[in-house]
């Protein structure tokens, strides 16, 4: 172990909020410094790339999977497929073929999903065509990996790219017992969907499912304390998980309005957001229009976007940007999948106290611990506390 004096280990849970957390004795006695965590607006897609480089979406260029790039788009072919009736293009056997396509073919990475309709594919693009869990996964910036690798500094990650969480244990385990690293990248995917089909519920099933999630942690440690006894342990998340109370038919209401895709306008639904590309004035103004007057949502000013780290002068993430208040869930989305009603979702403001994750260590962390970008300044102490204090924006 004379190359592997020291042992960190960061573990990413996803989902796993502040107010879940509130009232549980989860892992207390080995993590004690805690504290909640406030996400950036939108998902994963953005949070997890700042947490990997300190950097909001709008300077490491991650925020959204898709963004509007028609020049650019790797589906720019598919415009000669546009005499095909709706019910061929826009199929589900139809787009299982893309998804093939995408990742097998034109290299859109193994999580690319056509979760935009394939007649308007044309004119988006996919920002993951990477892992982000590898090197030079994050497109805009370097990333801990990058930074570990250029220090030489041995590192692991673990994810749901080549394992389960169950499994992402037992390897974990394995490799910190024969000392293949000092530093230790756990990804644990699988509480998203468990929150996102029980959040609120507290109960018996919540805490079971924590129960199992502390039991096996606590054997990550311990085997990190075989080696180190110092060993440094850090719990954090990406966002929390907020319940749903109401919902709204977005899609139906914008079509309503009468323009048309792609010649008006185009637009890409999520959950909690939608996001809006306009062709000609009366598009923009109807569809605006439009959208201020509903009770579910609200437009957000560039201001607003700037201060929140997401906003693009060259639009690629949207012209214009409709949020829906927290609780609210858009019930006929690409992204969501038919039929899919979940009683949690995230993606709301960052203000929402739903929305915090959280930040739980062994240890004090040497600068302020605030927000899911402050993670990556703790996980730098891996290289030495000069190399925090030197990261330090």
């Keep these: 172990m004379s190359d592997h004096k020291r042992v960190y280990v960061f573990v990413l849970i996803d989902a796993l909020g502040w107010l879940i957390l509130e009232g549980q004795d989860f892992l207390q006695d080995l993590l004690p ?9 939108g998902f994963s897609s953005g949070a997890i790339p700042t947490i990997l480089t300190g950097l909001p979406p709008a300077q490491n260029g991650h925020w959204n999977l898709f963004y509007y790039d028609p020049k650019g788009s790797p589906f720019r072919w598919m415009k000669y497929l546009q005499f095909l009736p709706e019910r061929a293009l826009d199929h589900r056997i139809t787009r299982k073929i893309f998804k093939e396509i995408g990742r097998r ?27 982000i869990y590898e090197r030079g996964g994050v497109s ?18 673990y994810s749901y790219h080549h394992a389960s969480d169950e499994q992402i244990f037992d390897l974990a385990q394995r490799d910190i017992r024969d000392g293949v690293a000092s530093f230790y990248f756990v990804y644990l995917s699988e509480m998203d969907r468990f929150l996102h089909d029980h959040c609120g519920a507290a109960g018996s099933q919540l805490d079971e499912r924590l129960n199992w999630y502390a039991a096996n942690l606590r054997k990550v440690f311990a085997a990190a304390r075989e080696i180190d006894p110092h060993a440094d342990f850090t719990v954090f998340s990406d966002h929390g998980m907020t319940p749903v109370t109401d919902t709204f038919d977005l899609v139906k209401q914008v079509a309503q309005c009468g323009f048309s895709m792609p010649d008006d306008y185009l637009s890409v639904y999520d959950s909690t957001m939608a996001r809006f590309w306009f062709f000609n004035a009366k598009a923009r103004n109807g569809i605006s229009d439009n959208l201020k007057s509903l009770s579910c949502g609200r437009v957000l000013s560039d201001p607003e976007l700037e201060s929140l780290g997401v906003f693009f002068p060259d639009r690629r993430y949207g012209e214009l940007v409709f949020l829906l208040h927290p609780g609210w869930l858009i019930s006929n989305s690409d992204f969501n999948g038919k039929g899919w009603m979940p009683v949690g979702m995230h993606g709301y403001h960052p203000e929402d106290a739903y929305s915090d994750g959280i930040f739980l260590s062994d240890k004090t962390p040497l600068l302020p611990v605030e927000g899911v970008a402050d993670v990556y300044y703790c996980m730098r102490r891996a290289m030495g506390p000069r190399a925090i204090l030197a990261g330090a924006r």
């Design 140 to 157: 805009g910036a370097p990333s801990i990996f990058d930074e570990l690798a250029e220090q030489n500094v041995a590192y692991r990650v």
């Design 105 to 131: 073919v034109l290299g859109l990475g193994s999580q690319f999903e056509c979760a935009v309709s394939p007649r308007l594919m044309p004119w988006f693009n996919w920002v993951e065509k990477k892992s």
């Design 33 to 41: 410094f805690r504290r909640p965590l406030r996400t950036v607006l």
